[in-house]
T-cell receptor
Framework: DAGVTQSPTHLIKTRGQHVTLRCSPI?????VSWYQQVLGQGPQFIFQ???????GRGNFPDRFSARQFPNYSSELNVNALLLGDSALYLC???????????????FGPGTRLTVL | ELKVEQNPLFLSMQEGKNYTIYCNYS?????LYWYRQDPGKSLESLFV?????AVKQEGRLMASLDTKARLSTLHITAAVHDLSATYFC??????????FGEGTQLTVNP
């Protein structure tokens, strides 16, 4: 079975540009989360979506937005890129448990974004 | 705000030696994860710890969870070079987000 897939693998942008990152969850997983990992640090939570609704948002500026589609894939959009947005962006998918909480998260290979 | 602290942040050890990585967290949680990350790669799940006293072992790695002390440990037995990587603990407090530690960069020398 295919795991979580992300595209593109690598991306180079310049300051002020816009970027869209894409994620396809494991088949049967209805929840997707996004994390940012700056070099040398642990991943930081950005967003979580379940059934196309935002279920959680981390401490990121409004330049970051996301959405989930009816097929449960997801996009992360970042506007007005800054040098500090350079990072590995990880997508994770999970099933949802009765009682309204997510199960274990499985991570994709990531998208390496470089902002020049 | 939940804080997750790992120590040590850097660990250089010889093959064949034993060592323990510690993960402390500041808020009650019933789920803790350990991940491995190789340079330039994504996160590989190692252990899922779901209850107080949970202990799991895989090969030379063993993880435990003490929810009362808000402490998890990752013990390495008879280290080998292939274990060189960065290890992260992550705490799940609501099923909606993981809060990661800073990571422990492990280097195993011959």
């Amino acid at each position: 079975d295919a795991g979580v897939t992300q595209s593109p693998t690598h991306l180079i942008k310049t300051r002020g540009q816009h970027v869209t990152l894409r994620c396809s969850p494991i088949s049967g997983h209805k929840s997707v989360s996004w994390y940012q990992q700056v070099l040398g640090q642990g991943p930081q939570f950005i967003f979580q979506y379940y059934e196309k609704e935002e279920r959680g948002r981390g401490n990121f500026p409004d330049r970051f937005s996301a959405r989930q589609f009816p097929n449960y894939s997801s996009e992360l959009n970042v506007n007005a890129l800054l040098l500090g947005d350079s990072a590995l962006y990880l997508c994770a998918s999970q099933t949802w448990l009765a009682g309204g909480r997510g199960n274990e998260q499985f991570f994709g290979p990531g998208t390496r974004l470089t902002v020049l | 705000e939940l804080k997750v602290e790992q120590n040590p942040l850097f660990l250089s050890m010889q093959e064949g030696k034993n060592y323990t990585i510690y993960c402390n967290y500041s808020t009650t949680s019933d789920r803790l994860y350990w991940y491995r990350q190789d340079p330039g790669k994504s996160l590989e799940s190692l252990f899922v710890l779901l209850s107080n006293g949970a202990v799991k072992q895989e090969g030379r790695l063993m993880a435990s969870l003490d929810t009362k002390a808000r402490l998890s440990t990752l013990h390495i037995t008879a280290a080998v070079h292939d274990l060189s990587a960065t290890y992260f603990c992550a705490v799940d407090t609501s099923g909606s987000r993981l809060t990661f530690g800073e990571g422990t960069q492990l280097t195993v020398n011959p």
